[in-house]
């Protein structure tokens, strides 16, 4: 399955954004799928991630309650809507796909392109 990421973009603090991962080649509902993001200088942390079949969410501690993490199968798209953004979010997004949830980076199967958001105060 191949992914693209879009909906980056520069926002100040306390603002909203959207991102959204259309998948080809292959259907989401076959996959658990999730977002993870890589600040500069940082390693690339898991973020939300939603379950194959149930659609049940997971979510980050540092992002819980402000993230909004969901799956649309049957439009073959996975969205990220991001509220009450703080500098601290500012990082290159990257939408995943996985044959089930996984919250480590190295174990993620397929990887989108990155989009940039960028926080600032």
């Known amino acids: 399955v191949q992914l693209q990421a879009s909906g980056g973009g520069s926002v100040q603090a306390g603002g909203s954004l959207t991102l959204s991962c259309a998948a080809s080649g292959g259907a989401f509902g076959d996959y658990a799928a999730g977002w993870f993001r890589q600040a500069p200088g940082k390693e690339r942390e898991f973020v939300a991630a939603?379950?194959?079949?149930?659609?049940?969410?997971n979510y980050a501690e540092s992002v819980n309650g402000r993230f909004t993490v969901s799956k649309d199968n049957a439009k073959n798209t996975m969205f990220l809507k991001m509220t009450s953004l703080k500098p601290d979010d500012t990082a290159v997004y990257y939408c995943a796909a996985h044959y089930f949830v996984v919250l480590k980076a190295s174990l993620i199967d397929y990887w989108g392109q990155g989009t940039l958001v960028t926080v600032s105060s």
């Open positions: 939603v379950s194959k079949t149930r659609g049940t969410p």
